[in-house]
């Protein structure tokens, strides 16, 4: 399990990711994930809405959403090649 420091990098570097690719959280994402954690929670979207503000926590669900869709970008976008070594090893 990686440690704080290990995580901090892993979340610095992809919001330079995010930022460089131009990948951003919009109202309807945010809506999206509140709507997944009302289901989860088995409470209504407004007040799980309702209970992240009072936590301040509406900025790490943005967060977590915007990791997500950098590592969805990573993944679609990823080229993975593989050395003649590599091939032979394998």
């Known amino acids: 399990?990686?440690?704080?420091?290990?995580?901090?990098?892993?979340?610095?570097?992809?919001?330079?990711?995010?930022?460089k690719e131009g990948i951003e959280v919009n109202a309807q994402?945010?809506?999206t994930?509140?709507?997944?954690?009302?289901?989860?929670?088995?409470?209504?979207?407004?007040?799980?809405?309702s209970e992240?503000?009072?936590?301040?926590?509406?900025?790490?669900?943005q967060e977590e959403v915007l990791i997500g869709k950098v590592l969805d970008f990573l993944s679609s976008n990823a080229n993975v090649e593989t050395s003649s070594e590599q091939a032979v090893n394998s």
């Open 33 to 49: 994930r509140g709507q997944l954690l009302a289901h989860q929670y088995g409470v209504s979207f407004e007040k799980k809405m």
């Open 29 to 31: 994402d945010l809506k």
């Open 1 to 19: 399990m990686p440690n704080a420091r290990e995580r901090s990098k892993a979340k610095f570097i992809l919001t330079q990711i995010a930022e």
């Open 52 to 61: 992240l503000e009072q936590k301040h926590a509406i900025s790490q669900v």
